[in-house]
């Protein structure tokens, strides 16, 4: 079974910067786009940026310049870099994987979701 493992949310003032990782493991073939979403306190959950198989990144409008994807391949992870937190920032942390695991098709898995919270 496959498996997304999510670490690095926390709390975090304004404008400090926090890392978090989600490493896949379990039996897998190959893992294709990856991406973090994230849901605030009564709000939808919304793409905060997502990567493909090739490196290929993509953000939401506004989180760009301040928010970076990327991804190791080798290790089965991705990381997302987020720097000068803002409180608008507070929300649960979701990481999502398109993974094919052996003798299984192709699909979309969840991480258990990691809570950052930007608060002085």
């Known amino acids: 079974q496959v498996q997304l493992v999510e670490s690095g949310g926390g709390l975090v003032q304004p404008g400090g910067s926090l890392r978090l990782s989600c490493a896949a493991s379990?039996?897998?073939?190959?893992?294709?786009?990856m991406g973090w979403y994230r849901q605030g306190p009564g709000k939808q959950r919304e793409l905060v940026a997502s990567?493909?198989?090739?490196?290929?990144?993509n953000y939401a409008d506004s989180l760009k310049g301040r928010f970076t994807i990327s991804r190791d391949n080798g290790k089965r992870s991705v990381y997302l870099q987020m720097n000068s937190l803002k409180p608008e920032d507070t929300a649960v942390y979701y990481c999502?994987?398109?993974?094919?695991?052996?003798?299984?098709?192709?699909?979309?898995?969840w991480g258990q979701g990691t809570q950052v919270t930007v608060s002085s």
């Open positions: 990567i493909t198989n090739d490196g290929s990144t």
């Open positions: 379990g039996s897998i073939a190959r893992i294709y786009d």
């Open positions: 999502n994987g398109r993974v094919q695991s052996w003798g299984l098709p192709t699909r979309g898995y």
